[in-house]
């Protein structure tokens, strides 16, 4: 139905910035939800922000809020994560995803049927 690519992961050092973009296409109108996951070596994906067509955004992991911002630009159809003060721990692969034909937001990874393959980002102390 659609698809995503991310763009934007490297390799920085404690304390610097990244912003990731992802880039939907096939879309004639927003989708109702776009989220970013992310999957460190060994553990399981997680959700980590989704925001509405209408820009209601949700932070789920305590350890990124207030240094991580979700955004939607719907006429580029893109989506984009601003990482502030970025930890070792933020080390990751990161996901964009997005529900078209569905309403809302989830951090249930069922929830959307479009998925980007990924972005690296690796943060060192």
């Known amino acids: 139905q659609v698809q995503l690519v991310e763009s934007g992961g490297d390799s920085v050092q404690a304390g610097g910035s990244l912003r990731l973009s992802c880039t939907a296409s096939?879309?004639?109108?927003?989708?109702?939800?776009m989220a970013w996951f992310r999957q460190a070596p060994g553990k399981e994906r997680e959700a980590v922000a989704s925001?509405?067509?209408?820009?209601?955004?949700?932070i789920f992991i305590d350890s990124v809020r207030g240094r991580f911002t979700i955004s939607r630009d719907n006429v580029e159809n893109t989506l984009y994560l601003q990482m502030n003060s970025l930890k070792p721990e933020d080390t990751a692969t990161y996901y964009c995803?997005?529900?078209?034909?569905?309403?809302?937001?989830?951090?249930?990874?069922?929830?959307?049927?479009?998925w980007g393959q990924g972005t690296q980002v690796t943060v060192s102390s």
């Open positions: 995803a997005a529900s078209p034909g569905l309403p809302g937001c989830s951090r249930r990874q069922d929830w959307y049927a479009a």
């Open positions: 096939e879309y004639t109108d927003p989708s109702p939800c």
């Open positions: 925001i509405t067509a209408r820009g209601f955004d949700t």
